[in-house]
């Protein structure tokens, strides 16, 4: 892969780049596919970022949502992995080569059913990366089966319902610690865009659960993931502002009615209140306000998690500065006595 030029006619972003370095092929997806929205908001979000599509390192699984790394920053590295296995391919090239951005993109179906040993392992061991589920309650790739985010009583095309307790990723995230946890929706391009970046500035597992309607599948009456239902429950818990660290930090929003997360490169997520001050660190609040929201039939969407988990994984094991694949052959493999030593350790 090479890396992109920078251009210097045009508009160009804060390392010279174009809008077009951080596009991808023509979608082959279906017109208005939630998805095509996703990737859209990437774009931009990377560009506006300013971030070098040649550090990033794209990894999905298997699915409309997983086919479009495709389509978004033609650059950058890229595996379209296996169905439900995006996870552990994304842990090894994140440990290989730290210095990586990863990001990766799934389905519900890829992550919430296939993939959900490897999906509650990841974000258990905190791997620095933006984990983007495309989230429309069906598999949409081999027809419109519900998936394990569907919501009980709704509804096939053909109008039998679902009577299975859906899987709430955001929640299961919460529990497991998970140090970034937000939903969004496709819909929203604007909050979409927002989340994207202050995930891309955390460090650790950074999840985004977004609502992503199947216009072919799961966009009819009845069915609690389309557009207009989704539109017609849409709670933002908070107005949010992403102020990148390059940027003079100028707050102006009164005491008591905003809360600021500062991540880990120094950027920060201004949240201003709507309804009443929110604070992500709590656990405790973050559960209690996505089950408040499902009695009282809302969809809640925003930064609704970001505890204080300082250490990702490769921190948590000690990896030395350089990335691995940047070690030569001599530095990798540990001489007779060392070997030997660990060897007489185990004994
Ligand atoms: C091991 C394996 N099992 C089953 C399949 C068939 N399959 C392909 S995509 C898919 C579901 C995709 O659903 P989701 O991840 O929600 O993506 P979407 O198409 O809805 O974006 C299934 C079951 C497969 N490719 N591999
Ligand atoms: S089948 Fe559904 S998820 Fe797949 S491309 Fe079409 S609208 Fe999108
Ligand atoms: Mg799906």
């Known amino acids: 892969m090479s890396e992109p030029t920078p251009v210097k006619k045009g508009k160009e972003n804060r390392i010279g780049l174009d809008k077009g370095c951080y596009s991808g092929a023509a979608s082959t ?27 990033v390192a794209k990894i999905s699984g298997i699915g409309c949502s997983s086919k479009t790394p495709a389509y978004f920053l033609r650059k950058s590295h890229g595996f379209n992995s296996v169905h439900g296995r995006m996870p552990s391919v994304a842990t090894g090239a994140g440990l290989v080569n730290k210095d990586l951005h990863i990001l990766g993109v799934s389905g519900d179906g890829d992550s919430a059913s296939i993939g959900m040993g490897q999906f509650v392992h990841l974000l258990r ?14 598999y949409g790739l081999t027809k419109g089966q519900f998936s394990a985010t569907a919501d009980v009583g709704s509804k096939l095309k053909g109008g039998q319902p679902n009577n299975l307790p859906p899987v709430d990723l955001c929640e299961l995230a919460i529990q497991l610690d998970c140090s970034f946890v937000a939903r969004g929706f496709a819909g929203d391009r604007k909050q979409l865009i927002t989340l994207l970046k202050a995930a891309h500035s955390h460090q650790g597992t950074a999840l985004i659960d977004v609502l992503s309607p199947c216009v072919t599948f799961n966009d009819h009456e009845g069915s609690t993931k389309s557009y207009n239902y989704i539109r017609d429950h849409y709670d933002p ?6 102020i990148p660290s390059y940027d003079p930090i100028e707050i102006e929003h009164p005491e008591g009615t905003s809360h600021t997360v500062t991540l880990h490169d120094g ?12 604070d992500p660190s709590r656990k405790a609040q973050a559960l209690s306000t996505l089950e408040r929201a499902k009695d009282e039939n809302k969809i809640v969407t925003g930064l609704v998690y970001a505890p204080h988990r300082n250490e990702d994984f490769a921190t948590l094991s000690n ?25 007489d350790s185990m004994r």
């Open 29 to 55: 997806l279906c017109l208005g596919c939630g998805h095509d929205s996703i990737t859209a908001a990437i774009v931009q979000a990377y560009w506006d970022m300013g971030v070098n599509p040649y550090q």
């Open 267 to 278: 950027s920060k997520v201004l949240l201003t209140k709507i309804k009443e001050s929110y």
């Open 125 to 138: 061991r905190n791997i620095n990366m933006t984990y983007i589920v495309e989230n429309n309650g069906t």
């Open 319 to 343: 990896l030395v500065d350089t990335p691995l694949c940047h070690l030569s052959e001599s530095e990798l493999r540990p001489s007779q006595e060392v070997l030997q030593s660990i060897n």
């Open 237 to 242: 818990i908070a107005q949010a502002d992403f």
